[in-house]
């Protein structure tokens, strides 16, 4: 199965970066927002297949670094004084879920392949925003971009030892992937398309 950065199918229009540079507090929001879904993801994972052991220690580890990272960006809104607000959910998230498989054994590949794939995406915009933000900001991020590409190479590999149909199911979705992360969007979220 390909590396972790080589399975997106398109890169993030230069427009969104901009933009993100303009709104680093919604930014920062999003992104706490985002460490608690990928938790919650993991845990989700845990109780739908608790025979598997594997997946469920993995996932457990997952959890728990994630909440870590969920801490650390709450550190960052206190210490930048960004209050929290709630936002609407991007349409990100939602593309992938009805892309999803209903029935077993290909719903749990799927739920992994979407993990590797947000996980992905995420490196990849961390990795583009070092550059653009401002320096404690840039600093937090880069500190977190390896973890994201670690972890959907997590994701792929465990995937890959569940279904015989993982790399050509990973390509189907990774298209619906590049659809949503790059198509015209009103809304502005870490997982948003490009501004329309």
């Given amino acids: 199965m390909s590396a972790p950065g080589a399975i997106l199918r398109a890169p993030t229009a230069r427009a969104w970066f901009d933009l993100a540079v303009e709104r680093e507090t919604d930014l920062l929001i ?7 879904k990928a938790a919650s993801t993991a845990l989700s994972l845990m ?3 608790p ?7 993995r996932m457990s580890r997952l959890a728990r670094e994630e909440l870590r990272h969920f801490e650390l960006v709450q550190q960052k809104m206190i210490e ?3 209050p929290f607000r709630r936002l609407s959910p991007s349409r990100y998230a939602e593309g992938l879920r009805r892309a999803l498989r209903r029935a077993e054994p290909g719903r749990r590949v799927d739920l992994l392949l979407c993990g590797a794939l947000i996980e992905a995406r995420s490196h990849e915009r961390f990795t583009g925003l070092i550059e653009r933000l401002r320096a404690p ?3 937090f991020y880069a500190s ?10 997590l994701y ?4 890959d030892k569940r279904g015989s149909d993982a790399a050509q199911r990973l390509e189907e979705l990774a298209a619906i ?6 198509s015209p969007d009103r809304e502005f979220r870490f997982h948003s398309g490009t501004p329309a």
């Fill in 30 to 36: 999003d992104h706490a927002n985002c460490e608690k």
């Fill in 47 to 49: 109780f739908s297949y």
């Fill in 51 to 57: 025979e598997d052991f594997e997946l469920a220690g």
């Fill in 80 to 82: 930048f004084g960004v």
């Fill in 137 to 139: 900001l840039a600093e």
């Fill in 144 to 153: 977190l971009a390896a973890a994201e590409s670690r972890h959907a190479g």
């Fill in 156 to 159: 792929l590999r465990l995937a």
């Fill in 177 to 182: 992937e590049a659809e949503l992360a790059t």
